[in-house]
């Protein structure tokens, strides 16, 4: 008898941000695999005997790459298996979860997809920074900060982004140079506030602050590396007034 998946969200870092539903489903798994975002905390809540399998990628180190997941999902889910993919953020905001629950159904493998809160909203908030403001900001994008290995650099719409009063990018620190130019070359001000929160959520947030036209050298001189979350709008500048989340690290501006 075929067992069952659960893609869930486990959110942008804070434990506690972790849904009710995927408590449910971290509590009655028999396998979980989990990506390197995840915060180790949720595993925890596990029942004895879970089989934990990290599936974590990062620069110089790579845990499962994906054509494995999707071969222990389905092989894990095949003996009958609770099997619960865990993935940082959401699962269908840049974290490959469409793909595997592609691969599930071509196998005839029943999944659930539980969404989970994306960085792109919640590391902005813990910064006290809102994606949207009824002075500032009527629009909000989030965009991936680096493409496909089989895609050209230039893969996104910069005209069309340099008119969304909120931009959202994710994972885009070692592409900034890239972001701003282009953002300012389509017809963003180079004035335009950006925010770049680095660890959003967690104990070891750090926010900076800048422009377009400074924020890559900011980032250089801050030591600023991913996980971060770049946001570029005028809605940055409200971050003065609402901040409220206390970081490990004074205020960096």
């Known amino acids: 008898m075929s067992g ?14 972790l849904t009710i539903r995927g408590l449910e489903c971290i509590q009655q798994a028999d396998v979980i695999l989990y990506d390197r975002l995840v915060n180790i905390e ?23 790459i994906q054509d494995e997941i999707h071969r222990v999902l389905v092989e894990q889910a095949s003996l009958g298996k609770q099997v619960l993919r865990l993935k940082g953020g959401d699962p269908f905001v840049f974290g490959r979860g469409a793909e595997e629950a592609e691969i599930l159904r071509k196998a005839d493998i029943p999944f659930e997809i539980v969404p989970g809160i994306t960085a792109g909203i919640a590391a902005p908030a813990y910064a006290g920074i809102p994606v949207t403001h009824r002075d500032h900001a009527a629009s909000f994008a989030i965009v991936t900060g680096h493409g496909s290995p089989d895609k050209e650099q230039d893969f996104l719409n910069w005209s069309a982004l340099a008119q969304i009063d909120t931009v959202a990018f994710y994972m885009g620190v070692g592409n900034i140079a890239h972001i701003t130019t282009s953002l300012i070359t389509y017809g963003k001000s180079e004035t335009t506030p950006v925010a770049v929160i680095e660890w959003g959520t967690t104990k070891k947030q750090r926010t900076i602050t800048g422009n377009l036209s400074t924020i890559a050298q900011d980032i250089q001189e801050h030591r600023i590396s991913n996980p971060a979350m770049i946001l570029v709008g005028d809605v940055v500048s409200v971050r003065n007034q609402i901040a409220w989340f206390i970081e490990k690290e004074h205020e960096l501006c």
């Open 42 to 64: 949720l595993l925890s809540h596990a029942k004895a005997g879970t089989e934990l399998i990290y599936c974590g990628k990062e620069p110089g180190r790579h845990g499962l």
């Open 4 to 17: 069952f998946v659960y893609i869930v969200g486990a959110g942008p870092g804070d434990p506690k941000l």
